[in-house]
C-alpha cells in the first residue's frame, strides 16, 4: 500500500517568514495529494490540493509544487502570519482498488509562528 | 465543498461501554469515511462507510469492535464497543465526492475511557 513521510515534524519560523513543508510517496500510481491544516481541538481543514497533471499551485499565500519523478510534494507559505501555527497534514490517494479515495496522511508538521 | 457535524462531541465513557458517534454531511456525497486519530498523531482509516452495505474495515479493524451504519448518502455511524482505556482518541468522520477525491473532515469526537 500507499506510504507517506512527512518532514520536519515541527517548524519555528518568524512572522513574515516563508515555510516549507516536504513530503515522499510510494505508490508511483497516486494522482491526488491534498493538504489539510489542522487547529488545536478541531478537525483537519483541507487548504490545498493538487493532481498529478499539475507541477505546481497557488493560492494566495500557500502554494504545492509536485515531483511525479522523485514522488515528492511541498507545502510553501508565504508572509507567514500567527494565525498559521498549527499542525500541517499531506495525504496522497494511491491507485484505486476497491474503495477509491482513500487517503494515506503523513505524520503531521507542527509549524509555529513567532512573534 | 461539505459541511460535516458530529455528535457528540466530546464524551467520557467507562470501560466495558459503548459509545455511536453519528456524523451529519450537509450534502450528498459518494464516500464516507471514519478515522482514528490518537494524540498528537496523524489519521489513521479505521473504515470505509458503505451505503446499504457493510463497512470496509482497515487491517487491524474488525466489525465487531467498530460497527458502521450508513442508511443514506448524507449520514452515518460509528460505535466504538466494549470500551478500554486503548480506546481514547479522536474519532473523525470524513466525506467526499468519489469522482474528484476531495475530502472533508467533521469536528471531530474526542472519546476518553476511563
Known amino acids: 500500500g500507499e506510504n507517506v513521510e512527512q518532514h520536519p515534524s515541527t517548524l519555528s519560523v518568524q512572522e513574515g517568514d516563508s515555510a516549507v513543508i516536504k513530503c515522499t510517496y510510494s505508490?508511483?500510481?497516486?494522482?491526488?495529494f491534498p493538504w489539510y491544516k489542522q487547529e488545536l481541538g478541531k478537525g483537519p481543514q483541507l487548504i490545498i490540493d493538487?493532481?498529478?497533471?499539475?507541477g505546481e499551485k497557488k493560492d494566495q499565500r500557500i502554494a504545492v509544487t509536485l515531483n511525479k519523478t522523485a514522488k515528492h510534494f511541498s507545502l510553501h507559505i508565504t508572509e507567514t502570519q500567527p494565525e498559521d501555527s498549527a499542525v500541517y497534514f499531506c495525504?496522497?490517494?494511491?491507485?484505486?482498488?476497491?474503495?477509491?479515495?482513500?487517503?494515506?496522511f503523513g505524520t503531521g508538521t507542527r509549524l509555529q509562528v513567532t512573534l | 465543498s461539505a459541511v460535516i457535524s458530529q455528535k457528540p462531541s466530546r464524551d467520557i465513557c467507562q470501560r466495558g461501554t459503548s459509545l455511536t458517534i453519528q456524523c451529519q454531511v450537509d450534502?450528498?456525497?459518494?464516500?464516507m469515511f471514519w478515522y482514528r486519530q490518537q494524540p498528537g498523531q496523524s489519521l489513521t482509516l479505521i473504515a470505509t462507510?458503505?451505503?446499504?452495505?457493510?463497512?470496509?474495515?482497515e487491517s487491524g479493524f474488525v466489525i465487531d469492535k467498530f460497527p458502521i451504519s450508513r442508511p443514506n448518502l448524507t449520514f452515518s455511524t460509528l460505535t466504538v464497543s466494549n470500551m478500554s482505556p486503548e480506546d481514547s482518541s479522536i474519532y473523525l468522520c470524513?466525506?467526499?465526492?468519489?469522482?474528484?477525491?476531495?475530502?472533508?473532515f467533521g469536528p471531530g469526537t474526542r472519546l476518553t475511557v476511563l
Open positions: 462507510a458503505n451505503q446499504g452495505s457493510e463497512a470496509t474495515y
Open positions: 493538487i493532481r498529478s497533471n499539475v
Open positions: 495525504a496522497a490517494r494511491g491507485s484505486r482498488s476497491g474503495t477509491a479515495s482513500k487517503l494515506t
Open positions: 470524513s466525506g467526499g465526492q468519489g469522482e474528484v477525491d476531495t475530502q472533508y
Open positions: 505508490d508511483s500510481a497516486s494522482n491526488y
Open positions: 450534502s450528498q456525497v459518494t464516500m
